[in-house]
């Protein structure tokens, strides 16, 4: 009796990957599309099949925050996870709510930015050292701050901070303009500037500049509206809200 050859996976479209998870959502009526920041891809739309089902093979591995090790089958639209390894789950961030928010922050910002098919080495390592950050007990609004400038400069826009944004002056920058760019000048204040209190633009430039390891000190006013000038600027390059942020509202 003849039976029909064993049909196996075109060894060709089996690849290795690496990628902190963004996000999922419902596939079918079992599966989930996982979306994932690659360091070699940027984004990639992977599905795990049957994670839905209570004795799922993956188990609580493909969590948003997590950064794993994937074996992929790759699809002509979606590429498929065969095999999924933790290399880092983050379990002391995920036992602290405010921790939780600033990492869906960095989650949710790099989400918007990562573009598919491209690779996204420095915005990866960015969301990694920040999500190890909070990890280590890191957190406040001077973290998020700190990200968000650091990811503005990742994609290209960011605010000029120790200079004016418009004529190139080094004093008196007390205003910030969103749309300018950065910081201005007295001279060059123009309408829809906001004025900064003393020491914030400085405040500023420390945070784009340190580690998260290292952040300068501040008291919880000048944090807030340090936050709150990133926020804005990020949220106008971007042309859309980061709703998790609302959150802290």
């Known amino acids: 009796m003849l039976h029909a050859p064993t049909e196996y996976p075109d060894p060709v479209a089996i690849r290795h990957d690496q990628g902190i998870v ?10 989930r599309v996982v979306v994932l920041l690659s360091p070699n891809r940027g984004k990639i739309r992977t599905v795990a099949k049957g994670i839905r089902k209570t004795k799922s093979r993956f188990g609580g591995r493909l969590e948003p925050f997590t950064h794993v090790d994937l074996v992929l089958y790759e699809g002509r639209n979606l590429d498929t996870i065969t095999q999924v390894s933790v290399i880092e789950h983050f379990p002391n961030m995920r036992l602290d709510l405010d921790a ?3 990492a869906g922050t960095m989650v949710e910002a790099a989400d918007v930015v990562v573009q598919e098919d491209q690779s996204a080495l420095r915005l990866f390592l960015l969301l990694q050292r920040g999500l190890r950050a909070l990890e280590a007990g890191k957190k406040g609004s001077d973290l998020i701050t700190s990200f968000l400038l650091k990811l503005a400069d990742v994609v290209g826009v960011a605010p000029a901070l120790s200079n004016c944004a418009s004529c190139g002056r080094h004093e008196h920058l007390d205003r910030f303009s969103f749309s300018g760019g950065g910081v201005l000048c007295d001279r060059c204040g123009s309408e829809g500037s906001v004025r900064l209190r003393p020491g914030l633009t400085e405040h500023l430039a420390a945070l784009a500049a340190a580690d998260f390891s290292a952040l300068p000190e501040s008291n919880l006013n000048i944090a807030g509206e340090a936050m709150g000038v990133a926020r804005r600027f990020v949220e106008f390059h971007l042309d859309r809200k980061l709703a998790s942020l609302a959150v802290m509202d």
Request: no cysteine; hydrophobic share 45%; proline share 8%.
């Open 22 to 31: 963004l996000r999922s959502y419902p596939f079918g009526e079992a599966d």
């Open 100 to 102: 939780v928010v600033a």
